[in-house]
């Protein structure tokens, strides 16, 4: 949509007062999405949406603009506004641009805009009849299905041009199942950095299946017990956990704020020897996954604690240059409208040693947890609240009835230091994740693990 010509008078109008680095992010995007709901399929959007935003840092600050109109003029008095941010006077900027060539690479099987949209269509529908005829108790079922193509282009003042393409496809199915005054909810999504071929391993009945068959158990199960117990997070509760109590607390913007309770903790153990941390874009398929950020640089497997050992944060360039560092591959925006920040990509705990009953056997009384909810973390604190959507009770090494109504309280930096057994297994839950008012797509996921003690919040028994 620009040649580089333009681009690279972009740059050095951007520079023309100075200023210790600058870029453009040009982003094309072609979207489609599905929803059904009440019976009924309620939306059909497919659109595309096109635009640039060009930054510059100087001296400690940013200033970012954007546009979704190409042409050269406006362009250029975009590039001029952002260059009022700083006030010093400049050589003539030569810049050598160079092409990156990505160090990882996707397969997309089958483009998503390669199928028509009757069988879109087709399979929410799907979904929807597999959920309704499971239980009549289920009352309301929501399926949506989405899929997008994503080009963006970087172009960076330290002479590197960077493209990326990606592919996201989503389904999701939520159900309502009703018995008396009692509501469960079901709620399961599938998607990654793929195609269509997402549905060959997941089809959406299963899926359906899955959220329905929650939802409908969940309406016989007792209210869960509630006060200090063991608890075992199942591999296939996901990595939210681990997502909110100590990944965003590792992005280095929060960090640099002292808004997060790991600042200054460099080289210090802030969890057990049995916990390894690591954020990974370069995972296959996963919906975090990218072969450039959206800074151009090219994406990576960070370590962030080594058996228990804090190693380092996520970084994008701004806090890495505040912290006289590189980045780490963690810039990421919502689109052309936003500047980057820190952000998680693929973050989960590395796997250990256990087999997942091992871990289980272990527990004499306490609680299984096999999905969790949404939750909420105070960064400063690792203080966390999370909802459990299904889960067990543990008698004396075996998995026993359902519970509902649980919620688990806690301390990130202290549970992580105490879960003293990790399993082999390693189990992915797939998200959007909110901050500074954009979301990005991400995946979390964790091991089978054991957490000695933790408050359970649920029916306290006289």
Do not use: W
């Not at 009352?139 to 989405?146: A, D, H, I, L």
């Not at 393409?165 to 469960?184: K, N």
């Amino acid at each position: 949509m620009v040649d580089d010509e333009i681009l690279q008078k972009l740059i050095k109008k951007t520079l023309s007062n100075g200023g210790e680095y600058a870029d453009i992010f040009i982003e094309n995007r072609r979207t489609t999405a599905i929803q059904l709901e009440d019976d009924k399929i309620e939306k059909v959007i497919a659109g595309a949406t096109a635009g640039m935003g060009i930054r510059l840092i100087y001296n400690g600050k940013t200033a970012y603009a954007y546009s979704n109109d190409f042409s050269e003029g406006v362009l250029m008095e975009l590039a001029d506004t952002v260059s009022k941010a700083a006030s010093s006077s400049v050589q003539d900027i030569v810049i050598d641009m160079k092409k990156r060539s990505p160090e990882v690479t996707f397969v997309i099987k089958t483009p998503p805009e390669t199928i028509p949209m009757p069988k879109k269509v087709g399979l929410v529908k799907t979904g929807n009849e597999t959920a309704r005829k499971f239980d009549q108790r289920i009352k309301q079922v929501n399926v949506v299905y989405r899929d997008s193509l994503q080009n963006v282009k970087i172009y960076t003042s330290d002479g590197f041009v960077s493209e990326d393409e990606r592919v996201y496809t989503l389904g999701v199915v939520q159900v309502i199942a009703i018995d008396g005054d009692v509501i469960q909810t079901g709620y399961e999504p599938v998607g990654g950095l793929i195609g269509y071929e997402l549905f060959d391993d997941r089809p959406m009945d299963g899926v359906a299946l899955k959220a329905a068959q929650r939802a409908v158990m969940m309406l016989g199960a007792k209210r869960a017990p509630g006060g200090r117990m063991p608890v075992v997070i199942s591999s296939e509760a996901g990595g939210t956990m681990i997502h909110e109590a100590i990944g965003h607390g590792l992005e280095a913007d929060l960090v640099q704020q002292g808004l997060s309770v790991y600042s200054k903790k460099i080289g210090q153990q802030v969890a057990s020897h049995a916990i390894t941390v690591i954020d990974d874009a370069t995972l296959p398929n996963k919906r975090g996954s990218f072969s450039f950020d959206d800074e151009g640089t090219p994406s990576k497997r960070n370590i962030l604690v080594k058996e228990g050992i804090l190693l380092g944060y996520m970084y994008d360039r701004y806090t890495a240059m505040v912290d006289k560092t590189t980045s780490t591959g963690n810039g990421r925006r919502e689109s052309y409208e936003h500047k980057p920040v820190p952000r998680m990509t693929n973050t989960f705990i590395a796997q250990g040693n256990r087999s997942p009953d091992e871990v289980i056997r272990s527990v004499t009384k306490g609680l299984l947890v096999k999905k969790m909810g949404g939750g909420q973390v105070n960064t400063v604190t690792g203080d966390f609240v999370f909802e459990v959507q299904e889960g067990y009770i543990i008698e004396n090494g075996g998995i026993g009835e359902p519970v509902r109504g649980a919620t688990l309280v806690g301390n990130g930096p202290e549970v992580l230091k105490s879960i003293d057994m990790v399993a082999s297994d390693l189990g992915f839950s797939i998200g959007t994740c909110g901050k500074d008012g954009q979301g990005v797509p991400v995946s979390d996921a964790m091991p089978t693990l054991r957490i000695p003690e933790m408050v359970v919040g649920g029916e306290i028994s006289s």
